[in-house]
């Protein structure tokens, strides 16, 4: 199984909205990231997990809020987001993710998220 | 400037026919270059991934290069397929504090055509 499943697929929400995103692995990677796409853009790393715990936040303004529950599971809690917010969630996971090495990357179809 | 910049940024061949991407970076000191290819509103997916020690390697019809001497990657694929219209992009992995950080260049768009 090379899956990471990312849902929803979809997400419309308003500027007062609180919701969340969720992804999951069962590859056994210890390493898993959110990234943000605009259109025609290249991803935009957002965070990294390693090991369950937060090893990198890209300065994400705190109105997005990552959880890694467990080492399979990772959430974005959305809250007050703008409507430039709106794109291309992905997640992705990885074995290992170290100073010198990040594994494969395997992404998600990822979740596309309007705000209006 | 983009430490990592693709060439060219979009391009239309008819299918049977190859054709070769570029990608040229400054990224430096870097662990590995990967090159992925992503269909409009889906996630990419891993084509390659080569060291700085390896100078070629194939997956399929994709076959990708790296000069590390000169910082510069090619991504040829042969024999296209209506199904290899999607955006191709290079992306270079380097140590950082914290941990390892993968910079993305902005992809070149390829659409194959009957």
């Known amino acids: 199984d090379t899956e990471v499943t990312q849902t929803p697929k979809h997400l419309v929400m308003g500027m007062t909205n609180k919701k969340s995103l969720k992804c999951e692995q069962h590859?056994?990677?210890?390493?898993m990231y959110w990234y943000k796409q605009k259109a025609k853009k290249p991803p935009e790393l957002m965070f990294v997990?390693?090991?369950?715990?937060?090893?990198i936040n890209e300065s994400v303004p705190s109105r997005f809020s990552p959880e890694c529950p467990n080492s399979s599971l990772l959430n974005l809690h959305l809250h007050a987001l703008q409507p430039e917010d709106s794109a291309l969630y992905l997640c992705?996971?990885?074995?290992?993710?170290?100073?010198?090495?990040?594994?494969?990357?395997?992404f998600g179809e990822g979740s596309r998220l309007t705000v209006l | 400037k983009n430490q990592v910049e693709q060439s060219p940024q979009s391009l239309i061949i008819l299918e049977g026919k190859n054709c070769t991407l570029q990608?040229?970076?400054?990224?430096?000191?870097?662990?590995?270059l990967r090159w992925y290819k992503q269909d409009t509103g889906r996630g990419p997916v891993s084509l390659t991934i080569?060291?700085?020690?390896?100078n070629t390697k194939s997956n399929g019809r994709y076959t990708a290069t790296l000069d590390a001497d000169t910082k510069q990657s090619s991504l040829h694929i042969t024999a296209s397929q209506l199904s290899d219209s999607a955006s191709y992009i290079c992306?270079?992995?380097?140590?950082?504090?914290?941990?390892?950080?993968?910079?993305f260049g902005t992809g070149t768009q390829l659409k194959v055509e009957l």
């Open positions: 992705a996971s990885s074995q290992v993710h170290t100073e010198f090495n990040t594994g494969e990357l395997f």
């Open positions: 590859m056994g990677h210890r390493a």
């Open positions: 997990y390693s090991y369950e715990k937060l090893s």
């Open positions: 990608c040229n970076y400054t990224v430096s000191p870097f662990s590995n």
């Open positions: 080569m060291t700085f020690s390896e």
């Open positions: 992306v270079v992995s380097a140590p950082r504090g914290g941990g390892n950080k993968l910079t």
